[in-house]
């Protein structure tokens, strides 16, 4: 069983930054494909980011595209999602999620990610 716990949520204004943190229970190099998702009031849970962790490859969703950026430290089995330049539209919970089946129907097909984190609340102000 794999746990994921999310931290780094907060309360910035417009513009600023955040850096999000997945921290897995195990290796996350056997749930090769992470992904951060998040949900806005009112709005279903969406795909952020992609990642990899086997070849680092990774996919960014076009809404946050040149702003935000995933990573993973393998050794630490921690993904991260950078997140700069936060816009209002941006407040939402995100989630980290780890599966370990190609996601061949979309990278933020959420039906093949096995293990979700809590979430952790992020917040921008105007």
């Known amino acids: 069983q794999v746990q994921l716990v999310e931290s780094g949520g907060g309360s910035v204004q417009a513009g600023g930054s955040l850096r999000l943190t997945c921290a897995a229970s195990?290796?996350?190099?056997?749930?090769?494909?992470m992904a951060w998702f998040r949900q806005r009031p009112g709005k279903e849970r969406e795909g952020v980011a992609f990642?990899?962790?086997?070849?680092?490859?990774?996919h960014i969703a076009d809404s946050v595209k040149g702003r935000f950026t995933i990573s993973r430290d393998n050794v630490k089995n921690t993904l991260y999602l950078q997140m700069n330049s936060l816009k209002p539209e941006d407040t939402a919970m995100y989630y980290c999620?780890?599966?370990?089946?190609?996601?061949?129907?979309?990278?933020?097909?959420?039906?093949?990610?096995?293990?979700w984190g809590q979430g952790t609340q992020v917040t921008v102000s105007s």
């Open positions: 990642i990899d962790t086997h070849d680092y490859s990774t």
């Open positions: 195990i290796s996350i190099y056997v749930n090769n494909y």
């Open positions: 999620a780890a599966g370990s089946r190609y996601p061949a129907g979309g990278f933020f097909n959420q039906g093949v990610y096995n293990y």
